[in-house]
């Protein structure tokens, strides 16, 4: 497991504040941050999640006071009813989150499930509520260049990822009242040490040399580094009065080129980048494919390539920060270059060797 000194150092953490916080997810990348973040900010925190976060045993001694889980399913109200019973606010993190699978699925955990929390939590006296969203909720397919934050809009989501995550934007949205405070954050595209999803990923197949860019890695887009989306969801929970009702894209507010990026990870593990590059409309066909194939001979398990995916490596999308800033009061500290450094003390020589 990756555990954040930053967030675990006794120096940092503030007097106990006595109030606890819900967050649901808790075992993701993401989720673990966050629940260290409000911990060294002095809340009491409960993770809510359906296997075991273990974060228990990594926290020092002084924060295990502060700190209990509840193991339990969105889907279950009795579960959510236990997790949100004695507690002031929720950061609710936890969704169904993959390129692949079908509707149902998906509707039934970031919608349902959002509206099941939403309701106990309403109906328990619980007054505040942070929700996180994606930017892909509000992505119809063409670039994003400087966009503030664009409505949700279900009916031009991406894939069915996208489209629960608009329906369950709106649905946490239309809660937002004067004694129950329902913010909204878009996290875009979150990564750092022990990222499983984007770093290693690219890490892997850069070093195998199965990574092409796509139109040469042109497009401009915008990452959010761990360190700084943790401090932004407690930023956003202290000040859920303030953006309540308003939806906020949050980045690092460095756009750089994909082929930029990945090569900014790729040197600091020691790993060639990608050094071939593939037409994106080549590569949305291979993905459309990929993922006909995948269905029929490999259900479940995530293509190679998807026609997403390709979309996503091949189209602009950076956002104009201006409003996130203002209303949450907040700068990310950790620089794009700075992540890059982090990932090279963490990794070592691990995808070069």
Not at 47 to 53: K, N, S
Not at 114 to 138: C, D, I, N
Not at 149 to 162: E, K, L, Q, T
Not at 254 to 275: F, L, S
Request: glycine share 10%; net charge neutral; aromatic share 8%.
């Amino acid at each position: 497991m990756v555990v954040s000194l930053r967030s675990l150092d006794p120096k940092v953490c503030l007097p106990e504040l006595g109030e606890t916080v819900l967050v649901t997810g808790a075992s993701g990348l993401l989720g673990r941050e966050v629940v260290f973040a409000l911990l060294r900010a002095g809340y009491s925190v409960r993770a809510f999640q359906r296997g075991d976060a273990q974060l228990e045993e990594v926290l020092p001694q002084h924060l295990r006071g502060r700190f209990w889980q509840v193991r339990g399913s969105l889907t279950d109200p009795g579960a959510v009813e236990q997790a949100l019973t004695g507690v002031d606010g929720v950061v609710h993190l936890a969704a169904k989150v993959s390129v692949v699978g079908q509707w149902e699925d998906y509707r039934q955990v970031n919608v349902e499930g959002s509206r099941t929390l939403l309701e106990t939590a309403q109906t328990l006296g619980v007054s505040k509520f942070l929700h996180t969203s994606s930017p892909s909720a509000a992505h119809t397919g063409s670039s994003i260049v400087g966009e503030g934050n664009p409505p949700a809009s279900p009916n031009h989501a991406r894939g069915n990822y996208a489209r629960s995550k608009a329906e369950s934007e709106l649905l946490a949205l239309s809660y937002n009242s004067d004694r129950f405070w329902v913010g909204v954050l878009r996290p875009h595209l979150v990564w750092g040490p022990g990222d499983t999803q984007l770093v290693e990923r690219v890490l892997e197949r850069a070093a195998a040399g199965r990574l092409p860019l796509l139109n040469r890695g042109s497009a401009m887009i915008d990452t959010l580094y761990i360190d700084n989306a943790a401090d932004a969801f407690v930023r956003g929970y202290q000040r859920l009065e303030a953006i309540r009702g308003i939806p906020l894209v949050v980045t690092n507010g460095q756009p750089r080129p994909v082929a930029e990026v990945i090569a900014g990870m790729c040197a600091a593990c020691g790993v060639k980048p990608p050094a071939y590059s593939v037409p994106a409309p080549v590569a949305y066909g291979a993905g459309l494919v990929m993922e006909k194939l995948w269905k029929v001979f490999a259900p479940g398990e995530i293509p190679p390539l998807t026609s997403f995916l390709a979309e996503q490596l091949s189209t602009a999308h950076w956002f104009d920060q201006g409003t996130t800033r203002s209303l949450l009061g907040w700068e990310p500290e950790v620089s794009l270059e700075q992540g890059y450094q982090a990932l090279g003390r963490f990794y070592g020589d691990r995808f070069s060797s």
